[in-house]
């Protein structure tokens, strides 16, 4: 039975369209009180004075908790892959003499209903002393008195010698990319339940996060509790994207509430809440430099990254390093220099968004390769061509560092074949024709861009399995679905293993009890090591089942044999034994094993994108007609959910790229509120494509993989601003943005370029 590789259907596609699967607010219970959070009207002020008397009045509240009412020494939000000496600017859970982003939480209050809590909350007068805020990187106002500046955080990292190179340079190209802000919008808002545990004398904690297990052991740190006391169990989440790797200010504050107040706590933010106070993404400015030969090839390269990283620091929120480290992507480039800087601004915190940095990295290096073409009179696939690293270089360790995560060292790939598939599946040659031809008053444009991007992330990843009562596999597993077909791909790749049907085998994911230290769901991570650690969780299981049936038997261990998924004997009966009979005959607890997968180093997946898109200059309207995207993530246990991880991260491109933008009025004040402000891309604006897989094994891991969740997000705004670039490139107009390309945008760049009393053909 080989099953490795063969598409099949997701198992947890029933629950979650028959509406039967569980998520955060299914587990609400009448005898909870609400928790309903007070936030800062003022993106920046000093808190003179909180007043909660009417609201402790209300008959309906149950209690109310500000930074006074917080036991001594309460921890700080951590924040996890920043050099030591970075500023330490860490969120507090309740803000006490300062404010520093709108919505930033002043009080909880606690109800019998959420209507109650509603109205208790605006019963807290908060005094406010307002103060200048600051609104981007160079601002005068500071956040932290105790610090000289805004910058809390520097990297810079050196290969070669780039100032030689520059010096002596045929080409030497300039750009400045601007990158606006995003924010994640799962279908499911924040949220989070605190109860005491039955029998047991711990505190349960239900979350929505993708990283149980941390969060298990942060809220402990924070409040200061035996972590042995505490229990997170993620269920069903709503799509989670970044925005749901972090640590709250209110999962801590549910637990802190029903430690308190002695009774189960609920809590989920309202849409309007998210767009102010959940973490958002990607704003940065990156100038870049390039020194380029007469034939095209990058000699050397520099970078600044500065950051506007929001009022504090996030869980994760070192993505302009991030972006640095990958900023070559798939290019030789021997000479580089990079410096990464991040900036308060009165906004909330920054964090990880889907791509981590590399979705730009990869516009800022695509960007440089089209401009280099144009500038010397080259084609854009020749110039790429003439730039990849070849299969026989590899491994290729690259002379920098990833932000907590160590060397960057490739370690497989073909770029030069993904770059051919690509162009053939695009249709590529035929594209001027296509171009010259096209409707009047439309533009067309093609546009590249090459991926690469670290996966797998380690350092290692546990797995228990065991037989149940009722005969089935159980493997317990520390990696979170957030919507990546995690059941279905680990259930796939345990019955390759084992040789036995994957229904035969139950997935259990998200609780702290069944997997204690597991690092969670992110930077694509699911497949890679939660399918290596099943694996060795099932060599274990066979391994113990020999071993059980031998001494049943009384025969040495090496007579049982394990075949077509179930114990044989050599020279005994002839009738196969199961697992599920050797647990009938044993009792399950002999058939329950833990292994853990330690990786080798990260392994990083490459893709080339290519985005056909056509610009009505009349209206301004861009549409995205044809993508087509060569993807390796090495050995592919499941097609069908990698095309689906690849198409769906496109889509979300898309919409990051068109339509997508988080604004501020100038004195802070979020003017997104909601999704009529926040337009999302639907199934009306998804392209045709044309996906295609290449294969080049891992050799860091037994199965050859490497992660695929990020691929498509990552490269889809290179690809459509190159394609973009492309169609506005005869009437003179440069793209140093990573939009949102509106309609209005668009037409008033056309407007501008042709004049505004002449007429757009």
Not at 421 to 443: C, K, V
Not at 455 to 480: Q, S
Request: charged share 20%; net charge negative; hydrophobic share 45%.
């Amino acid at each position: 039975m080989t099953l490795f590789g063969t598409p099949l259907r997701r198992r947890e596609d029933f629950g979650l369209l028959t509406g039967t699967a569980i998520f955060l607010a299914d587990l609400a219970r009448p005898d909870m009180a609400v928790m309903r959070m007070c936030r800062s009207p003022h993106a920046h002020a000093r808190i003179m004075k909180i007043c909660t008397e009417d609201a402790l009045a209300h008959p309906d509240c149950i209690g109310i908790i500000t930074a006074a009412d917080l036991p001594s020494g309460t921890g700080l939000l951590p924040a996890i892959d920043l050099l030591p000496d970075s500023a330490p600017v860490h969120q507090a859970l309740l803000a006490s003499d300062r404010v520093r982003y709108m919505g930033e939480p002043v009080a909880a209050v606690l109800a019998s209903d959420a209507y109650a809590a509603e109205d208790i909350a605006e019963l807290v007068r908060v005094t406010y002393e307002p103060l200048p805020a600051a609104m981007d990187t160079s601002a005068d106002a500071i956040l932290y008195q105790e610090l000289a500046s805004n910058k809390v955080h520097e990297t810079s990292q050196l290969v070669g010698d780039p100032d030689k190179i520059f010096a002596t340079a045929a080409l030497v190209l300039e750009e400045e990319f601007a990158f606006h802000r995003l924010a994640a919008s799962p279908m499911e808002t924040r949220g989070a339940i605190a109860e005491a545990e039955s029998g047991t004398g711990r505190i349960l904690l239900y979350s929505s996060t993708q990283i149980p297990q941390l969060l298990r052991n942060e809220a402990a740190r924070i409040l200061g509790l035996d972590k042995a006391k505490l229990r997170v169990i993620a269920p069903r989440i709503g799509g989670g994207f970044g925005c749901k790797e972090a640590i709250y200010p209110e999962e801590i504050l549910v637990l802190q509430a029903a430690l308190t107040f002695g009774r189960p706590v609920f809590w989920c933010e309202d849409r309007q809440e998210h767009f102010q106070a959940t973490v958002q993404a990607r704003q940065e400015t990156v100038k870049v430099r390039a020194a380029v030969d007469e034939q095209g090839v990058f000699l050397a390269m520099e970078a600044t990254c500065d950051a506007d990283i929001g009022a504090a620091y996030g869980l994760l929120g070192n993505t302009p390093g991030a972006a640095m480290a990958t900023l070559r992507g798939p290019y030789r480039i021997p000479h580089f220099r990079s410096r990464s800087r991040s900036f308060v601004t009165n906004k909330a915190p920054l964090n990880v968004y889907r791509g981590a940095g590399y979705p730009q990295a990869t516009l800022c290096m695509e960007r440089m390769m089209d401009l280099a073409a144009q500038r010397l009179g080259l084609d854009r696939a020749d110039i790429r061509r003439r730039n990849l690293l070849q299969p026989d270089e590899f491994p290729v360790a690259r002379g920098i560092s990833y932000p907590a995560c160590g060397p960057v060292v490739f370690d497989s790939g073909d770029y030069p074949a993904c770059l051919d598939m690509t162009l053939d599946a695009i249709g590529y040659a035929d594209f001027p024709a296509r171009q010259a031809a096209a409707d009047e008053g439309i533009s067309l444009g093609l546009g590249l861009a090459f991926v690469v991007e670290m996966t797998g992330n380690g350092p290692t990843e546990p797995a228990r399995l065991r037989v149940a009562r009722d005969g089935k596999l159980e493997l317990l597993t520390g990696i979170t679905p957030i919507g990546q077909g995690t059941e279905t791909t680990l259930a796939q790749i345990l019955a390759d293993r084992l040789g036995v049907p994957p229904e035969t085998i139950r997935i259990l994911t998200g609780d702290t009890d069944d997997q204690p230290d597991a690092p969670g769901t992110f930077a694509s991570r699911g497949a890679t090591m939660g399918g290596n650690a099943a694996c060795l969780a099932g060599d274990a299981l066979v391994l113990a089942a020999r071993h059980v049936l031998a001494k049943f038997r009384g025969v040495a261990v090496e007579q049982i044999t394990w075949e077509n998924g179930a114990l044989a004997q050599i020279g005994g009966p002839n009738e196969p034994v199961t697992l599920h009979d050797l647990a009938a005959l044993t009792g399950p607890a002999a058939l329950d094993v833990r292994a853990s997968f330690a990786d080798n180093g990260n392994s990083w997946s490459n893709g080339c994108h290519a985005a056909l898109v056509e610009i009505n200059r009349a209206t301004g309207v861009i549409r995205v007609l044809d993508y087509a995207v060569t993807h390796d993530c090495g050995r592919v246990a499941n097609p069908l959910l990698v095309d689906g991880q690849i198409m769906g991260g496109v889509v979300q491109g898309l919409g990051a790229t068109l339509f997508e933008t988080l604004r501020f009025d100038a004195d802070g004040k979020p003017m997104t509120q909601g999704f009529w402000e926040y337009i999302l891309p639907t199934a009306a604006t998804a392209p045709r494509f044309t996906l295609r897989h290449l294969e080049t094994p891992s050799p860091l891991n037994p199965l050859g993989m490497k992660g695929a969740g990020e691929a498509g997000c990552t490269g889809a705004a290179a690809a459509i601003v190159n394609a973009i670039a492309d169609a506005l490139a005869p009437f003179g107009i440069p793209i140093r943005s990573s939009g949102p390309f509106t309609p209005e945008t668009c037409f008033t760049l056309l407007r501008a370029a042709i004049g505004q009393e002449a007429p757009i053909q």
